[in-house]
């Protein structure tokens, strides 16, 4: 079974959240339906989504950052089956991104999930974009009152994906102190994952890897994007309002220059629009460049002519 794209390029806010857990539920029920005309082989092969992803919170260690803010860190953690996937933000040509709902927490201000640089996947359906094996998304949470505990409680819906993908449904509780400093397991585990979590650099700013300037011509962006000496090129994300819908990237031009640095040039075409008419001008755009396991992500937004910068 395929779960196809919900044509969204950003995680639905938590008030979606009733949405889509009755979206997991009609899929679940399609699912069961198609049971008794699926292969024997295909049947045999399905398991519960328990068995393919476990689920749990990590607490982390607080943080006080000027001016006498205190950042307290957890993690959500997913622990997948071997040739098991599940999604990021913006899933690619099929799949159901993940949704966070944070009712019913205590002293809670905000919850920011950070999201690991992402791979993507080619099969039958397309191209999708997720991970597998074991991933953590930290948590960068701030309470209301910083003196006291925030207890958190997480609503999630997700999806995972073996040889059928299916919806999935985590409930979790953990409460988060504004004196934990020890330097536990989990605290490592996050704090070892934020290194993979990409770097916001400004366009055509002068870093290593750097996205250079972005034109769009109808239905295709044209990307220059700078890929430092001596690493592997990487792969590159376009995400857009609701509504926007992006290909992956095609190479179009390959370069050195003097300093070694390979100026890569790539067209992603323009998939979807919220209109058949919805203008390029103003259009914000986040581009993820990614490369051995780390990345950076660039904002920007296109002028009249369909330029940045």
């Known amino acids: 079974m395929t779960i196809k794209k919900t044509h969204k390029n950003r995680p639905a806010p938590a008030d979606h959240a009733a949405i889509t857990g009755f979206r997991s539920v009609l899929l679940g029920a399609v699912l069961a339906c198609m049971m008794p005309f699926l292969p024997v082989v295909a049947q045999t092969a399905i398991k519960p989504a328990s068995e393919l992803a476990r689920l749990s919170l990590l607490e982390g260690a607080s ?3 000027p001016p006498d803010e205190v950042v307290l860190w957890g993690g959500l953690e997913f622990r997948l089956a071997p040739k098991v996937k599940t999604y990021w933000r913006t899933v690619g040509d099929s799949g159901l991104p993940p949704v966070f709902s944070w009712t019913g927490s205590r002293n809670l201000r905000s919850v920011e999930v950070l ?50 993908c299916m919806p999935a449904h985590f409930d979790g509780a953990l409460t988060l102190s504004p004196r934990s400093t020890r330097n536990t397991a989990s605290h ?23 996205l250079r300037a972005i034109t769009a011509q109808d239905k295709v962006l044209e ?47 323009i998939e979807e629009k919220p209109q058949a008419d919805s203008p390029l001008s103003g259009l914000e755009l986040i581009i993820t460049l990614s490369t051995q396991g780390a990345g950076i992500e660039t904002r920007a937004t296109l002028d009249k002519q369909g330029r940045a910068p």
């Open 63 to 65: 943080q006080s950052t």
């Open 115 to 164: 999201w690991p640089v992402p791979v993507r996947f080619q099969d039958q359906s397309g191209s999708s974009i997720g991970y597998h094996d074991h991933l953590v998304l930290p948590l960068k949470v701030l309470p209301l009152d910083p003196k006291q505990p925030v207890q958190l409680k997480l609503s999630l819906d997700y999806a995972v994906c073996e040889t059928l």
């Open 188 to 210: 490592t585990l996050i704090r070892e994952t934020l290194d993979k979590v990409p770097v916001a650099v400004a366009l055509n700013a002068q870093a290593p890897l750097s």
């Open 223 to 269: 990307l220059e994007t700078v890929w430092p000496a001596g690493t592997e090129e990487g792969d590159i994300f376009v995400e857009g309002p609701e509504g926007w819908v992006f290909g992956q990237p095609v190479r179009r031009s390959l370069a050195t220059d003097p300093a070694g640095r390979r100026i890569r040039r790539d067209q992603v075409a």
